[in-house]
């Protein structure tokens, strides 16, 4: 699932940017780019929203941004790593180093459920986490995704 709507060339790693509409916008440029994203403005204006309904910081170290927006042409996923930790009021406190941009068509039903899942299923592994926060490369964080997605389904 989520390998399916990641590609390596949309991990970002070692993020500079230290806020979150700055990572997130970072991570909606190369949606963009692959054109999974229609209106970058438009679509983040839809994740704001979203993210105003509640925190998406889910814990240890880990943010899952994600919004439907009328401003997607089909569903798709950016990873992105920081550098320093983000504040994003995560439920547990801690600052995001790890975050996953869902997109997806407004008219969605359920895709981006499933995509939550998966990624939520995932990020309970430390083994995972551990290993996104010191993948040296994209392809590498890219591989460990796809790799730990097979055994866990």
Do not use: W
């Amino acid at each position: 699932m989520i390998g399916e709507l990641l590609t390596a060339g949309r991990v970002l790693l070692d993020l500079r940017e230290n806020r979150k509409d700055l990572i997130l916008e970072r991570l909606g440029q190369a949606l963009r780019r692959d054109g999974i994203v229609t209106d970058l403005k438009g679509y983040l204006a839809d994740v704001a929203d979203r993210e105003a309904l509640g925190t998406t910081g889910v814990g240890h170290g880990v943010a899952i941004p994600h919004a439907k927006s009328s401003h997607v042409a089909r569903p798709g996923i950016a990873m992105g790593r920081t550098i320093e930790g983000v504040d994003v009021g995560s439920l547990d406190g801690t600052k995001a180093r790890i975050f996953f941009l869902i997109a997806v068509p407004k008219e969605d039903h359920g895709e981006h459920l499933k995509a939550l899942s998966s990624i939520a299923r995932l990020l309970m592994h430390q083994r995972f986490r551990e290993g996104l926060l010191s993948a040296s490369s994209s392809e590498e964080a890219y591989g460990l995704i796809c790799q730990m997605e097979g055994e866990l389904d």
